[in-house]
T-cell receptor, first 112, second 114 residues
Framework: SQQGEEDPQALSIQEGENATMNCSYK?????LQWYRQNSGRGLVHLIL?????REKHSGRLRVTLDTSKKSSSLLITASRAADTASYFC????????????FGQGTELSVKP | EPEVTQTPSHQVTQMGQEVILRCVPI?????FYWYRQILGQKVEFLVS????????KSEIFDDQFSVERPDGSNFTLKIRSTKLEDSAMYFC????????????FGPGTRLTVL
């Protein structure tokens, strides 16, 4: 698998439901970040979780990190139509200058 | 809230022409990056820049590409002789310092090479 592989590739849910997206990676990381991208637009930083952290919350977002399984998940609770976007995980690997390595992303569609 | 800005938002050019994409990072940030995203694909790292020099570059960043910080605020990406496959969205990002800080992205420049 590639560094930063996400599943599902696409997710369609109803407003009010929870959305869970998963990210797996190969190499030990310094931190993992989640970004949102609305169609054709820029990347908006959502949350950063460090390798020594297991869970972080920000509003309706909950991110978990399992370094033993080299995986992370992003949970959006009580989703809204405005959450419709692509979501990317990006990893920062130790001693690699801080560059972000992005996954392919999950395309989330929240239907009103 | 400070943000990264990029100009132009859309650039159309003919194959073989030179283009310069401009970025103004957040003012107290020290590390600067360029990424690109070909339509429908993932975001790819191009180059990182710190202390007025390139700290890392990907294999995409060949001799046709260069970066410069010509003054205290701008950070530019130059493509000397554009190819069709350079058509993509180009994102500039910056971060304050350290290996764990968040990178803040600009809105991107959509480059179309005809």
């Amino acid at each position: 698998s590639q560094q930063g592989e996400e599943d599902p590739q696409a997710l369609s849910i109803q407003e009010g439901e929870n959305a869970t997206m998963n990210c797996s990676y190969k190499t030990s990381i310094n931190n993992l970040q989640w970004y949102r991208q609305n169609s054709g637009r820029g990347l908006v930083h959502l949350i950063l979780i460090r390798s020594n952290e297991r869970e972080k919350h920000s509003g309706r977002l909950r991110v978990t990190l399992d370094t033993s399984k080299k995986s992370s998940s992003l949970l959006i609770t009580a989703s809204r139509a405005a959450d419709t976007a692509s979501y990317f995980c990006a990893t920062v690997i130790y001693n690699q200058g801080g560059k972000l390595i992005f996954g392919q992303g999950t395309e989330l569609s929240v239907k009103p | 809230e400070p943000e990264v800005t990029q100009t132009p938002s859309h650039q159309v050019t003919q194959m073989g022409q030179e283009v310069i994409l401009r970025c103004v990072p957040i003012s107290n940030h020290l590390y600067f990056y360029w990424y690109r995203q070909i339509l429908g694909q993932k975001v790819e790292f191009l180059v990182s820049f710190y202390n007025n020099e390139i700290s890392e570059k990907s294999e995409i960043f060949d001799d046709q590409f260069s970066v410069e910080r010509p003054d205290g605020s701008n950070f530019t990406l130059k493509i000397r002789s554009t190819k069709l496959e350079d058509s993509a969205m180009y994102f500039c990002a910056s971060k304050r310092t350290g290996n764990t800080d968040t990178q803040y992205f600009g809105p991107g420049t959509r480059l179309t090479v005809l």
